[in-house]
């Protein structure tokens, strides 16, 4: 078909003038374009094909002539994983991808101008490095980073070499948040003092396991990368990494980061002054470091940022996949992922990736709402339009950075005892208090080592 042959320019100026491109950040990235080999397409190799990224490969980027897939890699070799992807891109493009287990085989290659790193969080942070400095652009999955060192790190390296590095929180390109940006900035929901973030479902119990030897095809050593040596446990590997403190940081970090994200763009702050955290294991008896139950509270100049988990609340729903994408809106009552942000003139109810949003008035009144649209495929229209325009993208890893830096200080203070820790943004460290700084980095195994200076 013709389509199939749309060069990257052809695509990009078929999407020009639409609200993701309108809404990208005006700021340039002065380095050169890459020259994507002469194929006129964008190459991107994919790191990491468990589950999202393998829907990313087939939902997405499968589908898109102007992208090619030129690389497949993860550590995990057998046909469910690596092979499945292969099988994908094979299936959507009519042609094999290079399957591999190292992803500095697609940082060699300079035809590649992308890297896509759908691995667990311990694994976000050296690859983008590594990517920037090898003249990659790069799409990392959520969140940023397992710590907030190795986030500065990333941004320093996006800088320094002039890359462009969006994050998979893809809220920042729905056109109908930007609508409810506009409606705030505009003072018609007043002074904004209290915003409350909810992260509430049901999870169900990942038990216990003894460890055991590792699956054949599986390079577990390059799995644990950075993260310490530990011997193989099925709980500290596929997906249950959420839950280990190691590789990440529990559904805070895993899930919540979308909203937590969502709500510091919607009353546009940046680090908080102060953080305090409570919770526990109350619910759950399993392999679960990190908590089902969590209170984060963030204190900024006359505002109080408030976030609650749970991992128990059968009757907290998140927005069905097919009713994201209509004109109606989510029983806020029970809706699990959404921002209720609380002005002197009024409330505004939002839903994430789609489901829309609606303000109400002192009588309870409907006085403003836009219905929403998933953001995924805008998302990703934003970032190739941003790796051939060489325009900030609507995720900046900056932004991406910070919110996950709210995040990570949730997580010290509750693995604190929940004392209240004054932070200074500036700096990106505590003050008066070294066993919390402590947190902010960890020393990683060698040779997966970030540099000082990236």
Known sequence: MKSESLTRREFLNRTAGTATGAATASAIITSKAPAAGGSGKFVIGMMGTGGRGNWLLGMELAKRPEVEIAYVCDVDSRADRLGRAVKIVEDGKGR?????????????????????????????????????QAGKDVFVEKPASHNVWEGRKMVEAARKHKRIVQLGTQCRSAPYIHKAIEYIRSGKLGDIHLVRVLNMKRRYTIGREADGPVPEGVNYDWWLGPAPKRPFNPNRFHYRWHWCWDYSGGDIINDGVHQIDLARWLVNKGHPKSVTSGGGMHFYDDDHETPD???????????????????????????????????????????ATKVEVYGTKGLMMMSRHGGGWQVFDADGKEVASAPGRHPHSPHLDNFFECVESRKQPSADIEDGHISTVLCHLGNISYRLGGRKLLFDGKSEKFINDNEANMYLKRVPRKPWVIPEKV
């Open 96 to 132: 094999k991808p290079k399957a591999v287990t190292d992803f500095r085989r697609i940082l060699d290659d300079k035809n590649v101008d992308a890297l896509f790193i759908c691995t667990p969080d311990h694994w976000h942070a050296l690859p983008t490095v590594l990517a920037c």
């Open 293 to 335: 139950t969590q209170i984060v509270t963030w204190e900024y100049d006359k505002l109080t940022m408030v976030f609650e988990l749970t991992l128990w609340t059968p009757y907290m729903k998140k927005t069905q996949w097919n009713f994201r994408d209509t004109d109606q809106f989510p029983n806020w009552r029970y809706s």
